[in-house]
């Protein structure tokens, strides 16, 4: 079993950064692929962006030049480092993994763009 712990959502300014944090725990697990996905109300959650163990990466159209997905894998962590913010990027962030043939979902974060 897998325990997920997501961290860094808020409130923020148009243009400005926030950087999300999901810490992954347990016993014996070798992690494939770490990413992060978001849901608006009564839309469908998303992909926002992966990153395999082996460092490809996949990022959704839309945050392309601005968000950068990264790894600790000494620590088993995913980051999301979130520039140039929109109020469309509005939605509730959830990490999620994948170890062998399981996926593990974290609680979610909610991050809100906002003057």
């Known amino acids: 079993q897998v325990q997920l712990v997501e961290s860094g959502g808020g409130l923020v300014q148009p243009g400005g950064s926030l950087r999300l944090s999901c810490a992954a725990s347990?016993?014996?697990?070798?992690?494939?692929?770490m990413g992060w996905y978001r849901q608006t109300p009564g839309k469908q959650r998303e992909l926002v962006a992966t990153l395999t163990r082996g460092g490809s990466t996949v990022y959704a159209d839309s945050v392309k030049g601005r968000f950068s997905i990264s790894r600790d894998n000494a620590k088993d962590t995913v980051y999301l480092q979130m520039n140039s913010l929109k109020p469309e990027d509005t939605a509730v962030y959830y990490c999620k993994v994948i170890v062998a043939l399981n996926i593990y979902w974290g609680q979610g974060t909610q991050v809100t763009v906002s003057s």
């Open positions: 347990g016993r014996g697990f070798s992690i494939r692929v």
